[in-house]
């Protein structure tokens, strides 16, 4: 596989991670640099591993989740873009106490494995094409990286502007982009 393309792809994969990174830290109205390296590592981390899984699995990965995979991207999207609604409702809550932080916990897994189902796609598709993985993994994981963290760094500023209403908002952009997900698979 050639640079540009590996860069492409690794490009593309990571889109989701930069929407999802905004969302989260226009939740939190203002990410700490530890906050952003959980999220970023673990998108990272994410993004790095689901190619070579998927390569490994081949054929069998294919027949048992390849029908489905939209449909686990669009429900673990939702869940945490519902409790970040419902939140954002919620009486009394501060942001930034710690006790809906996305960086944390099974939000975190969820979105790691949300923003990461196209990686392990991809790996599937790599394998079926006979290209190595190596490499590919490694730019995947990197820009995933690289553009959570810009987008941790990016997403606050409609939190600035907008106050609480922001974790509703963010929590509707995650869901918009589970959606999204889900209806490109069914269209395409």
Partial sequence: MSPLLTASLAA???????AVSCAVAASLGAPTRRQTLRLASGFGLFQLLMPPAGW?????????????????AFGLLSFVGG???????????VR??????????LSLLALSVATSIDAL???????????????PALAIGAAAFAMTAAG?????????LFGR???GAAGLVLIAIGL???LGHLAG
Avoid at 12 to 18: G, K, P, R, V
Avoid at 152 to 160: I, S
């Fill in 165 to 167: 209403r922001v974790e």
């Fill in 83 to 93: 409790r970040m609604l419902l939140g954002s409702f919620a009486p009394g809550s």
């Fill in 152 to 160: 941790m760094r990016l997403g606050p500023l409609p939190g600035r």
């Fill in 121 to 135: 796609a991809a790996g599937l598709s790599l394998s079926l094409i006979g290209a190595g993985i190596i490499v």
């Fill in 12 to 18: 593309a994969l990571a889109m989701d991670s930069f």
């Fill in 180 to 182: 999204n997900i889900l």
């Fill in 56 to 72: 490994l699995a081949g054929g069998f990965l294919r027949a048992v989740i390849g029908g489905v995979d939209h449909w686990v």
């Fill in 96 to 105: 930034g106490d710690g006790s809906r932080d996305p960086t944390r916990g």
